[in-house]
């Protein structure tokens, strides 16, 4: 069966701060990935999405970057932290080009940055 | 482009009694229709979804959801709630891109 993983689970970050929150997935081949931001009291909004290696589509502009080294590796990321990047980041996949598909959702990381 | 809305933001329901959240949606075709479910500081788990077919969908835990294409409605149902159906629960659909959309989502309390 397929699992997602994402870590760390919880981040304390000054603000300037580099961030890296990894995602893996396993028991698939060639998924889409997601990044999904869940900001207190309101809901989710995607981030960045993957439909292959070094193929990376942002929905909003912002302080994030993402990236896809390998197949089932994705990687969200911010080169100086601000206050308004704090949230629960929710790493996610499905299978094929049709999002009729069920996204699975990884267990996400709550980031607070101070 | 679609979206979704759920209109209650928050719902305080007695354990044993109904439940409904309601959701809808706007798109020009028949969407795919999504409910999620999140505990408290974890993720989100699929409770049921809707492709095509019989317009009443059963998932986990007991839910189910009603597709109603007149009233563009996806309205989540449970006839009896257990405390542990206190969650926050997210209506969402997609338009047959990569991306789906979420509402704002809908929390539910369980009072004993």
């Known amino acids: 069966s397929q699992t997602i993983h994402q870590w760390p689970a919880t981040l304390v970050q000054p603000v300037g701060s580099p961030l890296s929150l990894e995602c893996t997935v396993e028991g698939t081949s060639n998924p889409n990935l997601y990044w999904y931001r869940q900001a207190a009291g309101r809901g989710l909004q995607l981030l960045f999405y993957?439909?292959?290696?070094?193929?990376i589509s942002s929905e909003v502009p912002q302080n994030l970057s993402a990236s896809r080294p390998q197949d089932r590796q994705f990687i969200l990321s911010s080169k100086k932290l601000l206050l308004s990047d704090s949230g629960f980041y929710l790493c996610a996949w499905n299978r094929g080009i049709d999002s009729g598909n069920t996204i699975y959702f990884g267990e996400g990381s709550w980031l607070t940055v101070v | 482009a679609q979206s979704v809305t759920q209109p209650d933001i928050h719902i305080t329901v007695s354990e044993g009694a109904s439940l409904e959240l309601r959701c809808n949606y706007s798109y020009g075709a028949t969407p795919y229709l999504f409910w999620y479910v999140q505990s408290p500081g974890q993720g989100l788990q699929l409770l049921l979804k809707?492709?095509?077919?019989?317009?009443l969908v059963q998932g986990i835990k007991g839910f189910e959801a009603e597709f109603k294409r007149s009233q563009s409605s996806f309205n989540l149902r449970k006839p009896s709630v257990h405390w542990s159906d206190a969650a926050e629960y997210f209506c969402?659909?997609?338009?047959?891109?990569?991306?789906?959309?979420f509402g704002a989502g809908t929390t539910v309390t369980v009072r004993a």
């Open positions: 993957s439909v292959g290696i070094g193929q």
């Open positions: 969402a659909v997609g338009a047959g891109d990569y991306k789906l959309s």
């Open positions: 809707y492709f095509s077919g019989d317009t």
